[in-house]
């Protein structure tokens, strides 16, 4: 079930949704956005679309489906083949206004909302710093060449060859 086809129980979600940012301003919790997070949002919301490349751990425990305020029900992770699939890689495919939310959700978790949750910090933390730099480089009112992909997929990078054990010693 989507709240895009129960108008009212969307209504409920964004009424939670202000009475929760009351309630956090009334506690004193700031929940700083990271820097330039408003202009992020406001390129986010024009995009049709915007692939994030992660673990399927790593997007679960992000994108925090429970809340409910803007659902990520229709994004769902596509497993990914080759390579990348081995390393257990998934692809998600959300909108521009999801991203939005997204980004939001990030944001409350990296700067202590009153929702947030403390245990998820690092891991937000690392999505945002990966989304942030791909939104920044989107340029407003220019038709797309691609869709813009954001990937946490940190990998040892491989080795070089062995240094001969002999190697630098003079005889």
């Not at 992660?54 to 992770?77: I, Q, V």
């Not at 730099?133 to 491989?158: F, H, L, N, W, Y």
Request: glycine share 8%.
């Amino acid at each position: 079930m989507t709240t895009q086809h129960h108008p009212q129980a969307h209504r409920i979600a964004r009424a939670a949704a202000l009475l929760a940012a009351a309630f956090a301003l009334a506690a004193g919790c700031d929940g700083e956005p990271p820097a330039g997070h408003e202009k992020r949002i406001n390129k986010a919301v024009g995009v049709a679309s915007f692939k994030i490349t992660c673990t399927r751990d790593l997007w679960d425990r992000t994108s925090h489906p429970e809340y409910g305020a803007e659902s990520f029900d229709d994004a769902k992770p596509r497993k990914l083949a080759g390579a990348q699939g081995e390393r257990g890689l998934v692809e998600i495919t959300l909108t521009g206004t999801q991203l939005v939310d997204y980004l939001d959700q990030l944001a409350m978790d990296i700067g202590g909302s009153l929702f947030a949750r403390g245990e998820d910090r690092p891991m937000a933390q690392r999505m945002y710093a990966a989304i942030a730099p791909v939104v920044d480089r989107i340029q407003k009112d220019t038709p797309p060449t691609e869709v813009p992909v954001a990937t946490v997929g940190d990998a040892i990078a491989p080795a070089g060859p062995e240094a001969s054990p002999t190697a630098g010693i003079r005889t």
